[in-house]
C-alpha cells in the first residue's frame, strides 16, 4: 500500500515561515491535499490539487508537489496556526485514500 | 447551511458490531460530484480512512479494514451508514464523516466528528 511520511514535528517563530513536507513515492504525479486540525476538532481542508485553496484560507497558505516531495508552506505564521497538518492522496492503484501520520506545527 | 452530523452509540461492546449514521444538510447525496466516506482518528494518533460510497451503489474499502466494513446510503433520508463488524479496543477512535470529491479525491467537508468507545 501507499505510504505518506510527514516529520512529526516542525517549529517556527511568528511572523515566519513554516514548510511542512510530505513523502512518498513519485507522489509528483499524484494530486496531494493538506489539511488542518486544531485540538479538539475535525479536520479543515487548507490546500487540494497539490495548491488550489478553498474559499475561506489566507493566501498565507501555499502548496507545491514534485517529485517524491509535496510541501506546505505557511507564510507569515500566525499563533492561530498552531494546529496538526495532515497531507492525503488517493492511491488509484489500490483505490484507497491515504493519509500522512501528521506533523504538530508548534509556533514558538 | 451544508453540514454533515454524525450519530450513533458513543459506547460499544468488544466483538459487537459499531454502526453510525451521517446526516446530510444543505445539499443532495445524490450528487454526481461526491463519494460519501468515513474517517477514524483513535486518541493522540493520526487520521485513517475507512472506506467511500457514491450514492449510485460504488464502494472503496481501506483494504485493512474491508473485511468488517459495510458502508450504505440512504437517499430517501440523506444520510449514509457506516457498520464496522467484530469490533476491539483497537477500533476506540473519533470517528468523522465526509464528502469526498470524485474529481481530485480530497474530503471538502467534515462532520464534527463522535466518539466511540470499545469497552465491556
Known amino acids: 500500500s501507499y505510504v505518506l511520511t510527514q516529520p512529526p514535528s516542525v517549529s517556527v517563530a511568528p511572523g515566519k515561515t513554516a514548510r511542512i513536507t510530505c513523502g512518498g513515492n513519485?507522489?509528483?504525479?499524484?494530486?496531494v491535499h493538506w489539511y488542518q486540525q486544531t485540538p479538539g476538532q475535525a479536520p479543515v481542508l487548507v490546500i487540494y490539487y497539490d495548491s488550489d485553496r478553498p474559499s475561506g484560507i489566507p493566501e498565507r497558505f501555499s502548496g507545491s508537489n514534485s517529485g517524491n516531495t509535496a510541501t506546505l508552506t505557511i507564510s507569515r505564521v500566525e499563533a492561530g496556526d498552531e494546529a496538526d497538518y495532515y497531507c492525503q492522496v488517493w492511491d488509484s492503484s489500490s483505490d484507497s485514500g491515504v493519509f500522512g501520520g501528521g506533523t504538530k506545527l508548534t509556533v514558538l | 447551511q451544508l453540514q454533515l452530523q454524525e450519530s450513533g452509540p458513543g459506547l460499544v461492546k468488544p466483538s459487537e458490531t459499531l454502526s453510525l449514521t451521517c446526516t446530510v444538510s444543505g445539499a443532495s447525496i445524490s450528487s454526481s460530484s461526491y463519494y460519501w466516506g468515513w474517517i477514524r482518528q483513535p486518541p493522540g494518533k493520526g487520521l485513517e480512512w475507512i472506506g467511500s460510497m457514491y450514492y449510485g451503489g460504488s464502494t472503496y474499502f481501506n483494504p485493512s479494514l474491508k473485511s468488517r466494513v459495510t458502508i450504505s446510503v440512504d437517499t430517501s433520508k440523506n444520510q449514509f451508514s457506516l457498520k464496522l463488524s467484530s469490533v476491539t479496543a483497537a477500533d476506540t477512535a473519533v470517528y468523522y464523516c465526509?464528502?469526498?470529491?470524485?474529481?481530485?479525491?480530497?474530503?471538502?467537508?467534515w462532520g464534527r466528528g463522535t466518539l466511540v468507545t470499545v469497552s465491556s
Open positions: 513519485s507522489i509528483g504525479s499524484k494530486s
Open positions: 465526509a464528502r469526498l470529491s470524485n474529481f481530485n479525491w480530497y474530503f471538502d467537508l
